[in-house]
C-alpha cells in the first residue's frame, strides 16, 4: 500500500534555514491532509492540516502547500529550530472515510 | 490542553495470551481509532469507533481484535490470542465530531512485545 509516499527518509538542515519536506500521494479521493511529528517513544503530535480545497494553510512557523495536480504536497517550517528534529509524518484521509493513510516519515535533523 | 492518554506504556506477553490496551480518549471527542506501527514501518489504521460500535476497520483488524467503550471514559483493545507479529507500538486516537476532514489526536502510545 503505497497511496501516500515520503520519499525522502532523512533530511538535515541548518538551524535558522528554512526545512522543506516533501509528501507525495496517488488516490484524487483524499481529500485532507496531516502532518504529524513524532518523538521517540512518543505518539504522532499533530502540527497543521490542509484541506483539498485550499493550496495553502499557514500557522506561525508552519506552513503546508498543496498541489492537487501534481498529487503533492510540502510541509514548511522557516526559522528551523534545534527542537524541530523529529520524524515527520505526512497523512491522508479518504473522502468519507475515517482512516488515515500514512507516509513512512522523514526524520529531520537540525544543526546548530 | 486536553490529550490521550494510554496504559500501559509498555507490556510483555507471552505468545497465545490475551492482552487488553487502554486508552481515554479527548473527553468530548465522539470519534476514536487503534493504530499501530510495527518497528521500521508505517503507522497503519486498525479501526475506527462511533456511537458504541465500530465504523470502519482494516485487514489487519480480523476476530482476534475487539475493541470496547467500557464506560463513559475509557476505549480499549483487546488482542484475544497474541502472535509474534503482534509486536508493535499500538496508538490510540480521537477526533471531534464529524470523523472526516478533522484533525486526530494521538496518544503517546503501548510498546506490546510477544515473545
Known amino acids: 500500500d503505497q497511496q501516500v509516499k515520503q520519499n525522502s527518509p532523512s533530511l538535515s538542515v541548518q538551524e535558522g534555514r528554512i526545512s522543506i519536506l516533501n509528501c507525495d500521494y496517488t488516490?484524487?479521493?483524499?481529500?485532507?491532509f496531516l502532518w504529524y511529528k513524532k518523538y521517540p517513544a512518543e505518539g504522532p503530535t499533530f502540527l497543521i492540516s490542509i484541506s483539498s480545497i485550499k493550496d495553502k494553510n499557514e500557522d506561525g512557523r508552519f506552513t503546508v502547500f498543496l498541489n492537487k495536480s501534481a498529487k503533492h504536497l510540502s510541509l514548511h517550517i522557516v526559522p528551523s529550530q534545534p527542537g524541530d528534529s523529529a520524524v515527520y509524518f505526512c497523512?491522508?484521509?479518504?473522502?468519507?472515510?475515517?482512516?488515515?493513510?500514512f507516509g513512512q516519515g522523514t526524520r529531520l535533523t537540525i544543526n546548530p | 490542553e486536553p490529550e490521550v492518554t494510554q496504559t500501559p506504556s509498555h507490556q510483555v506477553t507471552q505468545m497465545g495470551q490475551e492482552v487488553i490496551l487502554r486508552c481515554v480518549p479527548i473527553?468530548?471527542?465522539?470519534?476514536f481509532y487503534w493504530y499501530r506501527q510495527i518497528l521500521g514501518q508505517k503507522v497503519e489504521f486498525l479501526v475506527s469507533?462511533?456511537?458504541?460500535?465500530?465504523?470502519?476497520k482494516s485487514e489487519i483488524f480480523d476476530d482476534q481484535f475487539s475493541v470496547e467503550r467500557p464506560d463513559g471514559s475509557n476505549f480499549t483493545l483487546k488482542i484475544r490470542s497474541t502472535k509474534l507479529e503482534d509486536s508493535a507500538m499500538y496508538f490510540c486516537?480521537?477526533?471531534?465530531?464529524?470523523?472526516?476532514?478533522?484533525?486526530?489526536?494521538f496518544g503517546p502510545g503501548t510498546r506490546l512485545l510477544v515473545l
Open positions: 486516537a480521537s477526533s471531534g465530531t464529524s470523523g472526516t476532514q478533522e484533525t486526530q489526536y
Open positions: 497523512a491522508a484521509n479518504l473522502q468519507g472515510a475515517q482512516k488515515l493513510v
Open positions: 473527553s468530548n471527542h465522539l470519534y
Open positions: 488516490n484524487s479521493m483524499f481529500d485532507y
Open positions: 469507533f462511533y456511537n458504541n460500535e465500530i465504523s470502519e
